[in-house]
């Protein structure tokens, strides 16, 4: 019996697919573009794409498709058909390197951000090379980046590409300037837990908020909740691991490493981590992820949920991004080494992410941002909204010590000159306990950004972490170059460290994130606290950021303006989307079921007369309340949601909705979630979180 991993890769027409099938030379240049050395002519391209399409009709398919991640935040496929009729009208398979290379979805139905009008239909797909091709049910799938008519970036793969190039630059002339001259090129790696909800299918097709919105607008809590702590890390259910199984056995078939999978904090929720990849290969495999899950999920009757708050009350579901950066020899630049000179190049690559943190911590934020995640962020299980970075008390007293005297007591009293750079040449991972409140933490040779919502791309933050990396990296290159000795340029490499540790250690913080101390703290140290992602979106309008991506290439300022307004529009109709699905639940069940629920009583209560039990007078007059109450407020929400929708800004009207409809259907869900704890179970009309929660 064959194993599942001897599959591995199977569908992937990888590295090494393409050495065994393609010839020398047509290998070779492909390998030169890429590594950004050359270019693929016609020829080449039509060679590769010969042997691609050979590969994939040998293992069933029939149609290939140009695989790409529009602004929307999922991915799109047009699928096209190998077989075509030749002059005989005979079928004849066809996949040319023009096929290969270009294709042209429709782009106006597509977000764009004013980049694109409705009647201007063109948009082209673009072949990225750095991520191999792969074959999901018969189809081949070509990944792309997606561009408009005129060239601008309409979506989000593009930039990613484009900030790992200007961090590729900025890194290896650091690294070549510190000595180590035989690095030819630097590049991110990415590693993605991706946290989720499954639910049984009938209870998801019951509620209109969970097949609308993918959360719960309103539900009274369970008996039970994760208090007793008993599901993290606990036994997997039968169904569930029957459904990993599945998983599994696709992912690895697509060359995912999908490594770790257990039971969150959460009843019924779960992770699925995957092992390390370059990041533009780690964010396609995520979507990939998250693409198969849904999909397998259907086939064992159950509903996968990417929300990051589907339940109120326990903990939601994010996305960490585990990022590193390693160099052309193999080597991580956040891992100290064995001679010194490698310790002083991990303090400066530490000290760069610092700065850059420290400087741009509102584009860390918008990274983060989307609209589920504003009801997740700062709740118990995940980070504040408030940029901070966790280094540990190993690495950070290291810096401390170096900005303080530049002495250290020895053990006999006497100060003795300080050298950061000893006792270096091996930090522990588990060097300090891990500060699950830190949105941004050191984990011993890696930066975890944990703010990252479930179910958004990880291209965006992973965009923003690369490009503040280029910026802080040329500015630290600017300092270091021109210095003719070596061990001047290392001495002076120190000396950054220091400026940058006196000038940014405000972003340092080791305590607990959830404090309303640290808010305060927060406030005297200068971090901002932006409180929502409509709020997160501004940044994009500032002249720096303008000045920042520009500079490096990333978004030219049409690209940043489409998608300020494409994020802000966003939140807008996703907002809508939720205001009209309350209402309509409300109107249609949730008040109806209240009435019934009056009549039973009112009747009971006139059958009994005087002697009607107490419990039927006070539960009359509460549902009454309640029932009054919610028919206002719902009244109210319609009412306010119209003329606040009449505002013509997106970002005015999103500010609005956030501080104005969003607490009014918190209202309502408060007076919904009372009926719901004492309304006898006839008389209401959904299931309820102990039948979704506690029911797989």
Same mark, same amino acid.
């Given at each position: 019996?064959?194993?599942?991993?001897?599959?591995?890769?199977?569908?992937?027409?990888?590295?090494?697919?393409?050495?065994?099938?393609?010839?020398?030379?047509?290998?070779?240049?492909?390998?030169?573009?890429?590594?950004?050395?050359?270019?693929?002519?016609?020829?080449?391209?039509?060679?590769?794409?010969?042997?691609?399409?050979?590969?994939?009709?040998?293992?069933?398919?029939?149609?290939?498709?140009?695989?790409?991640?529009?602004?929307?935040?999922?991915?799109?496929?047009?699928?096209?058909?190998?077989?075509?009729?030749?002059?005989?009208?005979?079928?004849?398979?066809?996949?040319?390197?023009?096929?290969?290379?270009?294709?042209?979805?429709?782009?106006?139905?597509?977000?764009?951000?004013?980049?694109?009008?409705?009647?201007?239909?063109?948009?082209?797909?673009?072949?990225?090379?750095?991520?191999? /091709?792969?074959?999901?049910?018969?189809?081949?799938?070509?990944?792309?980046?997606?561009?408009?008519?005129?060239?601008?970036?309409?979506?989000?793969?593009?930039?990613?590409?484009?900030?790992?190039?200007?961090?590729?630059?900025?890194?290896?002339? /650091?690294?070549?300037?510190?000595?180590?001259?035989?690095?030819?090129?630097?590049?991110?790696? @990415?590693?993605?837990?991706?946290?989720?909800?499954?639910?049984?299918?009938?209870?998801?097709?019951?509620?209109?908020?969970?097949?609308?919105?993918?959360?719960?607008?309103?539900?009274?809590?369970?008996?039970?909740?994760?208090?007793?702590?008993?599901?993290?890390?606990?036994?997997?259910?039968?169904?569930?691991?029957?459904?990993?199984?599945?998983?599994?056995?696709?992912?690895?078939?697509?060359?995912?490493?999908?490594?770790?999978?257990?039971?969150?904090?959460?009843?019924?929720? $779960?992770?699925?981590?995957?092992?390390?990849?370059?990041?533009?290969?780690?964010?396609?495999?995520?979507?990939?992820?998250?693409?198969?899950?849904?999909?397998?999920?259907?086939?064992?009757?159950?509903?996968?949920?990417?929300?990051?708050?589907? $339940?109120?009350?326990?903990?939601?579901?994010?996305?960490?991004?585990?990022?590193?950066?390693?160099?052309?020899?193999?080597?991580?630049?956040?891992?100290?080494?064995?001679?010194?000179?490698?310790?002083?190049?991990?303090?400066?690559?530490?000290?760069?992410?610092?700065?850059?943190?420290?400087?741009?911590?509102?584009?860390?934020?918008?990274?983060?941002?989307?609209?589920?995640?504003?009801?997740?962020?700062?709740?118990?299980?995940?980070?504040?909204?408030?940029?901070?970075?966790?280094?540990?008390?190993?690495?950070?007293?290291?810096?401390?010590?170096?900005?303080?005297?530049?002495?250290?007591?020895?053990?006999?009293?006497?100060?003795?000159?300080?050298?950061?750079?000893?006792?270096?040449?091996?930090?522990?991972?588990?060097?300090?306990?891990?500060?699950?409140?830190?949105?941004?933490?050191?984990?011993?040779?890696? $930066?975890? $950004?944990?703010?990252?919502?479930?179910?958004?791309?990880?291209?965006?933050?992973?965009?923003?972490?690369?490009?503040?990396?280029?910026?802080?990296?040329?500015?630290?290159?600017?300092?270091?170059?021109?210095?003719?000795?070596?061990?001047?340029?290392?001495?002076?490499?120190?000396?950054?460290?220091?400026?940058?540790?006196?000038?940014?250690?405000?972003?340092?913080?080791?305590?607990?994130?959830?404090?309303?101390?640290?808010?305060?703290?927060?406030?005297?140290?200068?971090?901002?606290?932006?409180?929502?992602?409509?709020?997160?979106?501004?940044?994009?309008?500032?002249?720096?950021?303008?000045?920042?991506?520009?500079?490096?290439?990333?978004?030219?300022?049409?690209?940043?303006?489409?998608?300020?307004?494409?994020?802000?529009?966003? #939140?807008?109709?996703?907002?809508?989307?939720? /205001?009209?699905?309350?209402?309509?639940?409300?109107?249609?069940?949730?008040?109806?079921?209240? @009435?019934?629920?009056?009549?039973?009583?009112?009747?009971?209560?006139?059958?009994?007369?005087?002697?009607?039990?107490? #419990?039927?007078?006070?539960?009359?007059?509460?549902?009454?309340?309640?029932?009054?109450?919610?028919?206002?407020?719902?009244?109210?929400?319609?009412?306010?949601?119209?003329? /606040?929708?009449?505002?013509?800004?997106?970002?005015?009207?999103?500010?609005?909705?956030? #501080?104005?409809?969003?607490?009014?259907?918190?209202?309502?869900?408060?007076?919904?979630?009372?009926?719901?704890?004492?309304?006898?179970?006839?008389?209401?009309?959904?299931?309820?979180?102990?039948?979704?929660?506690?029911?797989?």
């Amino acid at each position: 019996m064959e194993a599942p991993f001897e599959r591995f890769g199977c569908m992937v027409f990888d590295e090494e697919a393409m050495q065994e099938r393609l010839p020398s030379p047509v290998y070779k240049q492909w390998k030169k573009t890429v590594a950004d050395e050359g270019t693929l002519d016609r020829p080449t391209a039509d060679a590769i794409a010969h042997a691609m399409k050979r590969w994939a009709m040998e293992k069933g398919c029939t149609h290939y498709t140009h695989w790409f991640q529009p602004m929307n935040g999922a991915t799109a496929e047009k699928h096209e058909g190998f077989v075509e009729p030749d002059k005989n009208s005979k079928p004849v398979s066809h996949f040319s390197g023009k096929n290969l290379i270009m294709g042209e979805p429709d782009a106006s139905s597509f977000p764009s951000g004013g980049l694109r009008s409705t009647y201007e239909a063109r948009g082209y797909t673009y072949w990225d090379i750095s991520s191999p /091709v792969f074959i999901v049910g018969n189809v081949l799938h070509i990944p792309t980046v997606f561009v408009s008519y005129s060239g601008d970036s309409i979506d989000k793969k593009a930039p990613v590409l484009k900030s790992i190039r200007a961090l590729n630059k900025a890194a290896t002339k /650091v690294v070549n300037l510190l000595g180590d001259k035989d690095v030819k090129y630097v590049y991110p790696v @990415c590693g993605l837990e991706q946290e989720y909800f499954l639910i049984d299918r009938e209870y998801f097709n019951s509620r209109d908020d969970l097949r609308f919105t993918g959360r719960t607008l309103f539900g009274a809590r369970s008996p039970k909740g994760q208090e007793m702590e008993d599901h993290y890390q606990g036994s997997i259910p039968t169904r569930v691991e029957a459904f990993m199984q599945d998983i599994n056995k696709q992912l690895w078939e697509l060359g995912v490493y999908a490594k770790t999978e257990h039971n969150e904090t959460a009843p019924h929720q $779960f992770e699925l981590a995957c092992v390390y990849a370059p990041t533009v290969i780690s964010i396609d495999q995520n979507q990939l992820v998250m693409d198969i899950m849904k999909k397998t999920a259907e086939k064992h009757d159950l509903v996968c949920l990417l929300h990051e708050k589907p $339940f109120a009350g326990i903990n939601g579901s994010g996305k960490h991004t585990n990022y590193s950066l390693t160099t052309s020899t193999g080597q991580n630049l956040f891992s100290p080494g064995d001679k010194p000179a490698e310790n002083i190049r991990f303090l400066l690559f530490i000290c760069a992410f610092v700065k850059a943190v420290d400087t741009y911590p509102e584009l860390l934020r918008l990274g983060a941002s989307c609209v589920g995640n504003d009801h997740r962020l700062g709740a118990s299980e995940a980070p504040p909204a408030i940029i901070s970075i966790f280094l540990g008390t190993y690495i950070e007293e290291i810096l401390m010590d170096m900005i303080r005297t530049g002495k250290k007591k020895k053990s006999d009293g006497k100060a003795d000159d300080f050298n950061p750079i000893h006792g270096l040449s091996y930090v522990p991972h588990d060097n300090t306990d891990r500060n699950r409140t830190s949105p941004v933490a050191f984990t011993g040779n890696k $930066f975890e $950004f944990r703010m990252t919502g479930s179910s958004m791309s990880a291209a965006m933050p992973n965009c923003i972490l690369n490009t503040i990396m280029a910026w802080s990296l040329n500015e630290i290159a600017a300092e270091l170059d021109g210095i003719k000795y070596i061990q001047d340029v290392r001495a002076k490499a120190l000396e950054i460290c220091k400026d940058i540790i006196r000038k940014h250690k405000r972003i340092l913080f080791t305590g607990d994130g959830y404090s309303e101390d640290w808010v305060k703290e927060a406030e005297k140290r200068g971090l901002p606290n932006i409180r929502s992602y409509i709020e997160s979106v501004e940044i994009l309008a500032r002249p720096d950021t303008i000045k920042l991506f520009t500079d490096l290439g990333i978004y030219n300022e049409r690209e940043l303006s489409a998608r300020y307004e494409v994020f802000a529009e966003q #939140y807008r109709s996703a907002i809508g989307i939720e /205001v009209r699905t309350l209402l309509s639940m409300v109107r249609r069940d949730i008040l109806p079921a209240m @009435c019934d629920e009056l009549t039973l009583l009112s009747e009971t209560e006139k059958a009994a007369g005087k002697s009607a039990p107490l #419990y039927v007078k006070d539960h009359l007059k509460l549902v009454t309340k309640q029932c009054d109450d919610l028919y206002t407020l719902s009244e109210k929400l319609d009412h306010d949601f119209t003329e /606040v929708t009449k505002i013509a800004d997106h970002i005015e009207c999103g500010k609005k909705i956030y #501080y104005e409809i969003m607490p009014l259907g918190r209202e309502i869900r408060a007076v919904i979630d009372a009926y719901e704890a004492t309304a006898s179970a006839a008389n209401y009309p959904y299931p309820t979180y102990a039948d979704m929660l506690f029911k797989l």
